[in-house]
Nanobody, 127 residues
Framework: QVQLVESGGGSVQSGGSLRLSCAAS????????MGWFRQFPGKDEREGVA????????YYGDSVKGRFNISQDNNKPTLSLQMDSLKPEDTAMYYC????????????????????RGQGTQVTVSS
């Protein structure tokens, strides 16, 4: 059974950093497009944060480019999201997710549902 378990969320002041991790089990990491999306408090809105393809190609949402970095360690396997220069508008529940193609991440704000998803980890950035 596929499991994705996030960790590393928490509270930080504006300008600070956090590193999220996603421990994956139950499948071959290299077969999926892994990534992160977030859901903002009190809203249905979802936003693709970052994703990484099986060939190492990375994708970032416009609002996080230059501040966040996604990486994966296939040996563990673990997906990580380094978040720097955090802003209050980054406050959200962050989810690790995976699916066979990049489409889920590209269309997450339109209601796309990834095949696998973790329970989420809260990130709160105060001003």
């Amino acid at each position: 059974q596929v499991q994705l378990v996030e960790s590393g969320g928490g509270s930080v002041q504006s300008g600070g950093s956090l590193r999220l991790s996603c421990a994956a089990s139950g499948y071959s990491y290299s077969r999926f497009v892994m990534g992160w999306f977030r859901q903002f408090p009190g809203k249905d809105e979802r936003e693709g944060v970052a994703a990484i393809d099986s060939d190492g190609t990375t994708y970032y949402g416009d609002s996080v480019k230059g501040r966040f970095n996604i990486s994966q360690d296939n040996n563990k396997p673990t997906l990580s999201l380094q978040m720097d220069s955090l802003k209050p508008e980054d406050t959200a529940m962050y989810y690790c997710a995976a699916d066979a193609t990049y489409s889920w991440w590209l269309h997450i704000n339109q209601g796309a549902v990834p095949r696998f998803r973790g329970q989420g980890t809260q990130v709160t950035v105060s001003s």
